[in-house]
């Protein structure tokens, strides 16, 4: 040491208190910008999801037509193709619910490759009567009748169609964000279940299939058929 390092004056008191107090600040700092963006992360999903859904509302109905055209040339994915597995998951009934148009992936029944990604039968396939009834489902939903719910399954992160095919099709080429749906949950093996069960909500009981899906809280008789199917060791094939 230099006798001029010697002679530097020592920090006051009161400069060493304003460096402390600085410091621990610096810290506060840093944890409350830390927290801050863990809250704007988990804030930002929330947003992003009510953003998603105004994007489906929004769209125009002309943009949306042509995006589901484009779906329409390829084939409608198949739980069992997509999810081997899913053959030795335990169906689960779940109730009747509304769910996310976009979270309906596919189909659960065979002949998957009748129908295009868009939920309709391809044109070979769409016979009078299919035209007959693919008329009154969108008069009925531009007339806001209520109709039966779909049936589906679901599997990991979800759902699949055993029912209600054109029902789908007409809710995403309408714009529809949410469908009801009477569920039953394929629970893989050692897996744990995703869904709650839920009672039939009064406001559904307003049409005789809903009525029936709902009573004694049995599934209708596409997810009893499914159910049975499952238990024989095997998915719908037909």
Do not use: C
Not at 57 to 70: H, I, Q, S
Not at 144 to 168: K, S
């Amino acid at each position: 040491m230099t006798k001029q390092d010697s002679k530097r004056p020592e920090p006051s008191a009161g400069r060493q208190v304003a460096n402390r107090i600085g410091t621990v600040a610096g810290k506060v700092e840093s944890a409350v910008e830390g927290a801050v963006e863990g809250a704007t992360d988990a804030v930002g999903g929330a947003v992003h999801a009510v953003q998603a859904a105004a994007r489906r509302w929004d769209e125009r109905p002309g943009a949306r037509v042509r995006r589901l055209r484009r779906l329409s040339r390829t084939p409608l994915p198949y739980l069992y193709d997509r999810h081997p597995d899913a053959r030795r998951a335990v169906p689960r009934e779940a109730g009747v619910r509304s769910i996310d148009t976009d979270e309906i992936l596919g189909t659960a029944v065979g002949g998957a490759t009748q129908r295009g990604a868009d939920f309709l039968p391809l044109k070979p396939f769409r016979s009078k009567n299919w035209v007959n009834r693919w008329q009154r489902i969108r008069n009925a939903m531009s007339q806001l009748e209520m109709l039966p719910p779909i049936d589906v399954v679901r599997y990991g992160d979800g759902y699949w169609v055993l029912d209600g095919h054109n029902r789908v099709a007409a809710a995403k080429y309408g714009g529809q964000v949410a469908i009801d749906a009477n569920i039953v949950e394929l629970v893989p093996p050692g897996g744990r279940r995703l869904e709650r069960p839920t009672s039939l909500a009064p406001v559904l009981l307003g049409t005789r299939a809903l009525r029936a899906a709902g009573q004694g809280g049995r599934a209708s008789p596409a997810l009893e058929e499914h159910i049975h199917r499952h238990e024989e060791g095997g998915p719908d094939e037909a």
